[in-house]
């Protein structure tokens, strides 16, 4: 990892918006042709997966495990504009616990809105049943890289209610979303940081084109993964640092929990280039 991430760091605004908020922006955190080179590789997964699966080109769909399927998005794991940002928030214990992609086409013309709960949600499943306190712990986080235009309504943009990740209760909607709610615009290119206990949910795709985008979920390394992730075929090719992220624990088992220097090379670079203190917890 490149000395030049840490200009990248987490900053105190960001750092206070996402305790105060659960989510931030970063906005052109990957270039428009990095940009072109993940929507490239993402066609052909989409293609692969829709003809493999039977499913309709418009049909919205979600790819788990997609960071296994192309050396692009492999690029994005130790992103010098967004890592920096993560193991700010969760400290060097952690790795990529979880990828996902979903992709929204346009909604067929004359289709209806589906309403009810309007699917507000958080992420990680039984977590969210079994952890007994309010707040819950973090444990994780998602970075969303827009790979499409977000930047107006009507793009199945993403919805949050801020703040809501201090809380167990989902929110009440009666068919409409709860007061406080925010239409996150994000462009191509951007990046949006959100806690995964913050309440959120998607919405139609109303515009000409699709919407797609990948999700990179980082979590504390003794969390177990949310997905298959199928990433051995990269471990012979990638730095310690990014095969400690893809899960890699040189000591076995016990590595995750009580892990050695070799199992986090994270922690070693941090101490190297911001002293001890930066790695005391």
Same mark, same amino acid.
């Given at each position: 990892m490149d000395i030049s991430s840490l200009q990248h760091s987490l900053t105190e605004a960001e750092r206070a918006a996402f305790d105060r908020d659960g989510y931030f922006v970063v906005r052109n955190a990957i270039s428009p042709e990095t940009v072109a080179r993940l929507n490239t590789a993402l066609d052909r997964v989409e293609t692969e997966y829709r003809a493999a699966n039977g499913v309709e080109p418009h049909t919205a769909i979600n790819i788990l495990d997609f960071i296994g399927k192309d050396d692009a998005f492999l690029e994005?794991?130790?992103?010098?504009?967004?890592?920096?940002?993560?193991?700010?928030?969760?400290?060097?214990?952690?790795?990529?616990?979880?990828?996902?992609?979903?992709?929204?086409?346009?909604?067929?013309?004359?289709?209806?809105?589906?309403? &009810?709960?309007?699917?507000?949600?958080?992420?990680? &499943?039984?977590?969210?049943?079994?952890?007994?306190?309010?707040?819950?712990?973090?444990?994780?986080?998602?970075?969303?890289?827009?790979?499409?235009?977000?930047?107006?309504?009507?793009?199945?943009?993403?919805?949050?209610?801020? &703040?809501?990740?201090?809380?167990?209760t989902q929110p009440v909607t009666n068919g409409h979303d709860p007061e406080g709610t925010e239409i996150v615009r994000a462009g191509p290119g951007d990046a949006v940081f959100f806690d995964r206990r913050i309440w959120h949910r998607s919405s139609a795709n109303t515009w000409t084109g699709p919407r797609k985008v990948l999700f990179y979920g980082y979590s504390y390394r003794w969390l177990r993964p949310r997905d298959d992730m199928t990433v051995a075929h990269y471990f012979e090719r990638c730095d310690p640092i990014q095969r400690q992220l893809l899960g890699y624990s040189p000591s076995g088992g016990h590595g995750y929990s009580s892990p050695r220097d070799e199992d986090v090379p994270l922690r070693g670079w941090i101490r190297e280039h911001l002293g001890e203190e930066a790695v005391m917890a």
């Open positions: 994005l794991l130790d992103c010098p504009t967004t890592l920096p940002k993560v193991w700010g928030i969760l400290g060097w214990n952690i790795q990529l616990y979880h990828s996902h992609t979903i992709i929204t086409p346009p909604r067929p013309e004359g289709a209806a809105t589906k309403m &009810g709960t309007l699917n507000w949600h958080q992420d990680s &499943g039984r977590l969210n049943r079994e952890l007994e306190t309010t707040p819950q712990p973090r444990i994780s986080l998602k970075v969303a890289f827009f790979l499409t235009d977000t930047t107006e309504p009507g793009r199945a943009n993403l919805y949050v209610l801020p &703040g809501s990740h201090t809380t167990n």
